[in-house]
T-cell receptor
Framework: GAVVSQHPSWVICKSGTSVKIECRSL??????MFWYRQFPKQSLMLMAT?????????EQGVEKDKFLINHASLTLSTLTVTSAHPEDSSFYIC????????????FGPGTRLTVL | QKEVEQDPGPLSVPEGAIVSLNCTYS??????FMWYRQYSRKGPELLMY????GNKEDGRFTAQVDKSSKYISLFIRDSQPSDSATYLC??????????FGAGTTVTVRA
């Protein structure tokens, strides 16, 4: 199946710093990617939709100035958590659907962010 | 009311038993239905997907969708300890945005 990678797999940072997470589709092009957040023992919650060549769209309640998304190419989307705080500590996961197949989305392995 | 409801369990079964998982949903606009498996601290892995009412089989896994009742199920036959994981139902409209259930944690005892 299709492969999606994320980097880094885990990161620990001090409060107030910014953290960048990369999501790459390794063997297919993705004009759209999605960013999810998962708190412990909870399900995945969609944060935003990353669109190649245009601005990201954010779900209700997600601060676009705090979670900056850049879809730099057809295989790369980045999520930057700006001025991170302990409540931003979570598991961040990206996904990318195959073109024309909304029912086949492939997820990255996730990035565990811990903000001290 | 959540769009997708899933009993979080946990569910514990002996090896070889049938695992039965299900979700209900309220948004009749959902067209695609998926089941994902997630191991601890890993990204979800797509198990099965379908877009029509009825059954779909893949090896030991069977997915059922009943759109009239807004109810989907996943059955795992001959369960193995390696099937121990969290199982998430997910569904979406044509916009590709997935709505997930809470996930059911399954333990298959050897």
């Amino acid at each position: 199946g299709a492969v999606v990678s994320q980097h880094p797999s885990w990161v620990i940072c001090k409060s107030g710093t910014s953290v960048k997470i990369e999501c790459r589709s390794l063997d297919f092009q993705a004009t759209t990617m999605f960013w999810y957040r998962q708190f412990p023992k909870q399900s995945l919650m969609l944060m935003a939709t990353s669109n190649e060549g245009s601005k990201a769209t954010y779900e209700q309640g997600v601060e676009k100035d705090k979670f900056l998304i850049n879809h730099a190419s057809l295989t790369l989307s980045t999520l930057t958590v700006t001025s991170a705080h302990p409540e931003d500590s979570s598991f961040y996961i990206c996904s990318a659907p195959l073109a024309g197949a909304p029912d086949t989305q492939y997820f990255g392995p996730g990035t565990r962010l811990t903000v001290l | 009311q959540k769009e997708v409801e899933q009993d979080p369990g946990p569910l514990s079964v002996p090896e070889g038993a049938i695992v039965s998982l299900n979700c209900t949903y309220s948004n009749s606009a959902f067209q695609y239905f998926m089941w994902y498996r997630q191991y601890s601290r890993k990204g979800p892995e797509l198990l099965m997907y379908t877009y029509s009412s009825g059954n779909k089989e893949d090896g030991r896994f069977t997915a059922q969708v009943d759109k009239s009742s807004k109810y989907i199920s996943l059955f795992i036959r001959d369960s193995q300890p390696s099937d121990s994981a969290t199982y998430l139902c997910a569904m979406c409209r044509y916009d590709y945005k997935l709505s997930f259930g809470a996930g059911t944690t399954v333990t298959v005892r050897a």
